[in-house]
């Protein structure tokens, strides 16, 4: 993307008429996916901010330019796609039920801004920084970057002095939260289909799966059938909620299938997740000296906290820093936690799965042969779904027949094509070493050379039976 600067960027002001919205007084960048994204002067007033320009040193997908080199994308550029995408909504619904929908320019202003800023509060690498570093260290803490990304909204308002309406910080506040567990009850009595379009917490259907669906499948260099275009064009309001043509399920049912596509072969691909997990313990054995944490605790701090942190801890010649700092030397040299193997939970048993642990793989050793640790070895629970855990998505989500047609209705499981999958989730438990030499290795005549290696142990049927 050619990414929005204050100079020397492809960045010039535009004057044209267009017939939804003035854009004589914005300012516009080329992106690599959406083309001409038009940035209005109130949304520039956030941009040009270092809490904002902080996104631009977060990689969308933390670690998987490792495996795919292209994947180097910040969410600075998918902050600008989804705040372009959630303008465009709204325009397309104003334009079409305007006067049945009461859509004025206070809506339009206030969803493309929840769109801009609901990643502002985003943690580095991804989400292995709030998902598997903090709760180690934070024991007990519910942290969320939704919640960080309310808060650095207030902080980017006091401390910029940013003139903007009470109101419309608060609903933007309560859009960012729309799909978390920590969503705020809407101030606003009516147009509640408004909250639906950056985080949509009653579907899953939302612009920013538009955006980050698109621009990772086309960094990482993989095709995208899912065309968001179409559901665009066509989604209509009834009864308050966004609803979609019965005729687009399929395009429907394609926006979680891609997204769960892109779960399994890039996001939780076994070798970027070898790489994350030694991110992880690199931050943890690092954090006790840089104090870490506590960037998470005051937004005034935080901004300051971005990737670069790996960079600080490799350069610092500081002793405290030696074991984290081996550790990113090992990324960077491809000595990496080894993959050893991978069970596919069966469907009947991922209800009452309990997560493996590295405690359960160290207990099924046998008393001979190497004795591993529970240091030695570390296990990922990968949990890949169609954003409703075990049931079909298409059950929460409201169609019609056509534009004359004043009822919505979900469709039924026996209506849907029988080509679509019946289970809608997956679990996988892999196994890693963090030393290669404890991996093992197997006999031609299938015996293992070293009994008590991690590969045999995980490939022993016992392992996989005990903790179900």
Not at 281 to 296: E, F, M, P, Q, R
Request: one cysteine or more.
């Amino acid at each position: 993307m050619g990414a929005y600067c204050n100079d020397d960027l492809n960045f010039s002001s535009n004057y044209a008429f267009a017939s939804s919205q003035d854009l004589r007084f914005s300012k516009h960048v080329h992106d690599n996916v959406h083309g001409n994204i038009y940035l209005d002067p109130l949304s520039l007033k956030f941009i040009d901010t270092e809490e904002f320009q902080r996104l631009r040193d977060l990689k969308q997908l933390a670690m998987a330019h490792m495996v795919y080199p292209g994947a180097v994308h910040s969410r600075f550029e998918h902050s600008l796609g989804v705040y372009w995408l959630a303008g465009e909504v709204v325009q397309k619904l104003k334009t079409h039920q305007g006067l049945e929908l009461g859509i004025d320019h206070y809506d339009v202003q206030t969803v493309k801004l929840a769109g801009l800023l609901h990643d502002v509060g985003h943690g580095p690498f991804s989400h292995l920084f709030e998902r598997d570093f903090l709760p180690q260290v934070l024991k007990g803490s519910k942290w969320s970057h939704e919640q960080m990304s309310v808060k650095m909204v207030d902080h980017i308002v006091d401390r910029h002095h940013i003139d903007i309406d009470s109101g419309t910080i608060k609903r933007v506040k309560e859009m960012v939260l729309a799909s978390s567990e920590f969503s705020l009850p809407k101030s606003a009595k009516e147009k509640h289909f408004l909250y639906d379009i950056v985080a949509n917490g009653r579907n899953g259907i939302d612009v920013d799966k538009f955006d980050y669906i698109v621009r990772d499948s086309r960094a990482c260099g993989l095709g995208c059938n899912f065309q968001f275009q179409r559901l665009l064009e066509t989604m209509r309001v009834m009864g308050d909620e966004i609803c979609y043509r019965a005729k687009d399920y399929l395009t429907v049912h394609k926006l979680f299938a891609t997204r769960a596509d892109l779960y399994r072969t890039v996001y939780t691909h076994a070798k970027v997740k070898a790489i994350e997990l030694m991110v992880v313990d690199a931050l943890l054995k690092a954090n006790d000296y840089l104090d870490i944490a506590s960037h998470v605790l005051d937004p005034s701090e935080y901004w300051k906290l971005d990737d670069t942190i790996l960079k600080t801890i490799e350069t610092a010649p500081d002793q405290e820093l030696s074991e984290a700092r081996n550790l990113i030397l090992r990324i960077r040299r491809r000595d990496l936690y080894q993959f050893c193997n991978e069970y596919a939970v069966p469907k009947d048993k991922m209800e009452n799965f309990k997560a493996v642990t590295a405690q359960d793989i160290v207990c099924s050793q046998r008393s001979s042969g190497v004795i591993l640790r529970e240091d030695d070895v570390v296990v990922s629970n990968v949990r890949i779904d169609l954003t409703r855990g075990k049931n079909n998505p298409l059950e929460s989500i409201n169609f019609f027949k056509d534009y004359d047609s004043e009822e919505k209705f979900p469709i039924p499981e026996e209506r849907i094509s029988h080509l679509l999958p019946s289970s809608y989730q997956d679990m996988i438990v892999r196994v890693y070493s963090k030393k290669p030499e404890l991996v093992g290795l197997r006999r031609k005549n299938g015996a293992c050379e070293v009994p008590n290696s991690l590969r045999c142990i995980v490939r022993s049927l016992k392992w996989q039976r005990a903790w179900f």
